[in-house]
């Protein structure tokens, strides 16, 4: 895996929106799977800024989101339908029909899986995977656990998570279950970018980069994806071993 430090979350969502909006001056119709949390935003705001300079557009581009909470309305303002929205999805020029996001409130997690599958597969495969990474180490919500997951499925969310979630949830509590791609599914991306900040996630990212592969740690599963790049500032760089990147 390759590994960028840079000074700081605006530099490293400046870079990351630049590598997106490049991809897709060269590829217009390229599918994206996208994050939610904070990790991601500088980048999207970068992207925004880039749209409205009319130096990118997403007419074209298609996107499928990493997960979703379960038992909460899709239109609650901490859905991650919503979250996409209000971030990213309002402020550039993507269609919302081009949009894709698991139904954390379907009846059937089985087919809803299938139906999620079926329609990365027909948009070609996912180009371009932006991911952050949880303080436990995982990725969409694929948390740590005893065996690496495939396609996307309906998850228990840990302690870890639920206290990290839990301030974003003003008006009830947090839900405790979601629907997220699997580890897998995540590998099948073409490209790979993970954004990592603050000294929250050091332990998260040194076991990612430099533990070994197992499914206690889901993020180390990217160790044998052919073209991941971390994003990383020094504080969530501190732990690395030996030889840390220095910044650049
Ligand atoms: P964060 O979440 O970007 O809000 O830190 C990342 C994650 O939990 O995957």
Redesign the pocket.
């Known amino acids: 895996m390759k590994v960028i430090v840079l000074e700081d979350a605006a530099a490293i969502g400046r870079a990351v929106g630049d590598i997106v909006c490049n991809f897709i001056a060269q590829k217009p119709d390229a599918v994206l799977g996208l994050?939610?949390?904070?990790?991601?935003v500088p980048a999207y705001q970068r992207m925004i800024a880039r749209r409205r300079a009319g130096e990118a557009s997403f007419r074209d581009v298609t996107t499928f989101n990493l997960d979703e909470y379960c038992d909460l309305p899709a239109e609650h303002k901490n859905s991650y339908r919503t979250f996409m929205r209000e971030e990213l999805f309002s402020q550039i020029d993507i269609p919302l029909g081009n949009t894709n996001f698991l139904d954390g409130n379907c009846a059937d997690e089985a087919a809803e899986s299938a139906r999620f599958s079926r329609a990365i597969e027909a948009a070609g495969g996912i180009d371009l995977q932006i991911?952050?990474?949880?303080?436990n180490g995982?990725?969409?919500f694929n948390e740590p656990g005893e065996a690496f997951t495939g396609d996307a499925y309906k998850v228990a969310l840990t302690p870890s998570?639920i206290a990290?979630?839990s301030p974003y949830f003003v008006d009830r509590p947090m839900p405790r279950y979601a629907m997220t791609m699997g580890v897998g599914q995540i590998l099948q991306a073409r490209k790979i970018i993970l954004?990592a900040t603050?000294a929250a996630?050091a332990e998260a990212v040194r076991a990612m980069l430099e533990g070994e592969v197992t499914p206690l740690c889901p993020a180390s599963a990217l160790q044998g994806h052919p073209d991941v790049t971390v994003y990383l500032d020094p504080a969530a760089a501190g732990l690395l071993g030996k030889n840390p990147p220095a910044p650049s």
């Open positions: 994050a939610t949390g904070s990790s991601p991911l952050g990474i949880g303080r995982h990725i969409g998570t990290a979630n954004v603050g996630k």
